[in-house]
């Protein structure tokens, strides 16, 4: 099965024409001020319309006010919103109540035991996303370019659909997929040269070893 595809963090018009001709499902804005790859929402609509209704537009937020999420929903009008904070399982149903849009949970990952805390948000969350826990001292709940051990994930139930991110890149995205059987992967620092900064040569060569490694395994 073909996996989704996210590359998330996107912040120029060239970066988002790549990932859409090479075969992304979804593009990913960040709105943290914290992070490199942060966009006000106006700009991000900019750069989404072009391109709506050929790909998921995903807001990617961290613990957000109503306020910050008006501003988001309005302005980007997202296919899908990924909540990257401490947001329990009734702020997810209420944000779901208010917009009408789904939701992706994102978690941060380093053991087996870690995976076990989606129990209350079955049912709720409209998917998951996986994540590695950041470093010491990182202020960012992702796209700090490190990976957690993928062979956790089998003792997730195979009905839990979830898109897998952290740490991944052209060398390593052939073995998450073969190993995990994600059915979407999303990447952010691993095609940048530089925090915040993509690169259309990275985006081509890890879309390339996408292809690469499902004609292995076809």
Avoid at 141 to 162: E, K, Q, R, T
């Amino acid at each position: 099965m073909k996996p989704d595809i996210k590359i998330c963090g996107l912040k120029t018009s060239e970066a988002v024409d790549r990932a859409l001709a090479r075969g992304a499902t979804h593009i990913g804005f960040i709105f943290f001020p914290k992070s490199p790859r942060h966009v006000d929402p106006e700009i991000a609509a900019e750069l989404a319309e072009p391109v709506r209704g050929r790909v998921k537009i995903v807001a990617v937020t961290v613990d957000a006010s109503d306020e910050e999420l008006d501003d988001i929903v309005h302005l980007l009008k997202p296919d899908v919103l990924q909540m990257h904070g401490h947001e329990t399982p009734e702020r997810i149903l209420q944000v779901k109540a208010l917009y009408g849009i789904p939701v992706m949970k994102a978690f941060s990952v380093r053991e087996a035991s870690d995976l076990e805390r989606i129990d209350p948000y079955v049912g709720v969350a409209d998917r998951f996303l996986f994540d590695a826990k950041a470093p010491a001292g990182s202020e960012l709940p992702g796209g700090n370019g490190v990976s957690f051990d993928w062979n956790i994930m089998a003792s997730l139930d195979a009905s839990v659909d979830y898109m897998l991110s952290g740490g991944l890149n052209k060398d390593n995205v052939g073995f998450a997929l073969a190993s995990t059987r994600a059915r979407g992967i999303d990447v952010s620092s691993g095609v940048e040269s530089a925090p915040g900064i993509k690169d259309i040569v990275m985006i081509d060569a890890f879309f390339d070893a996408i292809a690469e490694a499902r004609s292995v395994g076809a």
